[in-house]
């Protein structure tokens, strides 16, 4: 912590394009309190100067060990930071890392560091999928450093795929959440999770549909909080309309079929599954292929057949041996006892049950639930931050995973 009781964060650059991007993430940082060290390699400086990092931080930047000697910097600015960040990671920098290199200012931080480590990789995708980069990247994820998967889109010159820097605004809320974290350890490192978000629809004709006032805000909550735990998150999501948690594939959907396809093709190797999604429980039995115009005669009726039940199917086919699976319910009235039921009903481990309705949990910030247990447990969380629920259910799931050198 700063003297003035300011976060410290240590802000690693390395030599990538994507150092440009960087820039707006040192400006939320400090202008949201944070007191920011920027380290950069000395290659990365050949992306952005020098005078640009000391301008935006406020703070001089060095990148070897021998500036400054008499205030030994290669020791001091790991051992005082909350947080180091690494933006970009690229696949040079991640090796030096997992190897225990110290060869320049911002490797010997890393290596004196005891506060949470955030790697943001940023490179070409041949180079992000070579054996050698995910080895490395398995290496720091076991030693419990977070590091967050790449965006996919437009790389450097004309090529496209994973790779990519996240967006700034997303690098920035990964941080403050392992910040708020407060050095607790990543206890979801090296699992993979898959999640659930938003709300299907289900076609009626090509202008409407049936769904649910579900906002995604929940699911995405939870994957902001696993990868801040260190997960490698898949996050299955259904007409949602929020920036991505950064670090996590999220894959689109649109009806409960396309949501359940998802997720079993995902499922097979996850340690957790958390169904946060409102999925419909009806869908039409025809789709009209033109808009449905009124005839002054009344609507003709929608005939409707159920969906296919994806939590219940997961918890009677787990992907994986000691796989947990999390369910939600969302209920109006007699909340606990339809809970129950529900939970007998689908198998799952864990189900979240809220009560909707009145401005409550749909397209709010805040929520609050009771999470009920296979084993007959009931934890009550009370009303607060989605983030703060999202982390109430991570604790939960955590002591029931399986060991993570049992798991095939």
Not at 362 to 383: H, I, K, P, W, Y
Request: aromatic share 4%; glycine share 10%.
């Amino acid at each position: 912590m700063n003297i003035d009781n300011r976060p410290e964060v240590v802000l690693g650059v390395g030599a990538g394009i994507a150092a440009y991007k960087v820039c707006e993430l040192l400006r939320r940082l400090t202008e949201s309190g944070h007191s920011v060290h920027v380290v950069p390699t000395a290659d990365a400086l050949r992306f952005v100067g020098e005078p640009t990092w000391a301008a935006l931080s406020g703070r001089p930047v060095a990148t070897g060990v021998w500036e400054s000697v008499h205030e030994v910097p290669h020791v001091r600015i790991g051992r005082r930071a909350d947080l180091v960040l690494v933006a970009p990671a690229t696949a040079d920098l991640l090796a030096r890392a997992a190897h225990g290199l110290a060869d320049d200012l911002l490797t010997n931080t890393l290596l004196t560091a005891r506060c949470p480590v955030v790697f943001a990789p940023a490179m070409h995708t041949e180079m992000w999928e070579h054996p050698a980069t995910r080895a490395n990247v398995a290496t720091l994820r076991s030693r419990g450093a977070v590091v967050v998967e790449p965006a996919a889109g437009r790389l450097t010159g004309a090529d496209t795929g994973p790779g990519r820097l996240p967006e700034p605004d997303a690098l920035f809320a990964a941080a403050r959440r392992v910040l708020a974290r407060g050095g607790l350890p990543a206890d979801l490192a090296g699992r993979h999770v898959l999640i659930t978000a938003g709300g299907t629809r289900e076609p009626i004709d090509p202008v409407r549909f049936i769904g649910n006032r579900s906002s995604g805000r929940q699911g995405y909550a939870l994957a902001a909080t696993a990868l801040a735990r260190g997960a490698r998150v898949s996050l299955v999501s259904a007409n949602v309309a929020l920036p991505p948690p950064a670090g996590a594939e999220v894959v689109g959907v649109g009806t409960a079929r396309e949501l359940r396809d998802a997720v079993l093709a995902r499922s097979g190797d996850a340690d957790a599954v958390v169904m946060a999604a409102a999925v419909a429980d009806f869908r039409p039995t025809e789709t009209a292929t033109g808009k449905i115009k009124k005839t002054g005669e009344g609507p003709a009726p929608v005939e409707l057949v159920e969906n296919p039940d994806v939590l219940l199917r997961l918890s009677a086919e787990r992907g994986r041996p000691g796989q947990v699976v999390v369910g939600f319910a969302a209920e109006t009235d007699d909340v606990l006892a339809n809970g129950r039921a529900k939970l007998r009903r689908k198998g799952c481990d864990l189900l979240v049950v809220n009560q909707v309705g009145e401005g409550r949990a749909f397209g709010t910030e805040d929520n609050q639930a009771v999470v009920l247990a296979a084993d007959g447990s009931a934890t009550e969380v009370g009303s607060g931050p989605k983030e703060d629920l999202a982390d109430r259910v991570w604790d939960l799931v955590v002591p029931r995973l399986a060991p993570a050198d049992t798991v095939p």
